[in-house]
């Protein structure tokens, strides 16, 4: 059973930085391309980040600002968030992508102006 596990979210200032893990068991996790979503109220849910190995990719909206990386010993990936803006407020998931995409339960980031 594949089961992903976020921790890191939090109350922040704008300008300041959070951490987010996602910890993954049940998967070979080096074999999967990884990615983190986020999802405000009343949006659809938004691809920030993806890892693969072939290297890194963002979106827009936090190019510059997050990196995305993982530990293949520890099966963990991380998303470091950088520069925290009011619009970054969300609950992030982290996700195994393939052929069955799998989802973490969401960790609520919340950024004060």
């Known amino acids: 059973q594949v089961q992903l596990v976020e921790s890191g979210g939090g109350l922040v200032q704008a300008g300041g930085s959070l951490r987010l893990s996602c910890a993954a068991s049940g998967i070979i996790f080096a074999d999967n391309a990884m990615a983190w979503y986020r999802q405000a109220p009343g949006r659809q849910r938004e691809l920030l980040a993806m890892?693969?190995?072939?290297?890194?990719d963002y979106a827009n909206s936090v190019k510059g600002r997050f990196t995305i990386s993982r530990d293949n010993a520890k099966n963990t990936q991380y998303l470091q968030m950088n520069s925290l803006k009011p619009e970054d407020t969300a609950v992030y998931y982290c996700?195994?992508?393939?052929?069955?995409?799998?989802w973490g339960q969401g960790t609520q980031v919340t950024v004060s102006s």
């Open positions: 890892i693969t190995r072939a290297g890194t």
């Open positions: 996700a195994v992508l393939g052929p069955t995409t799998y």
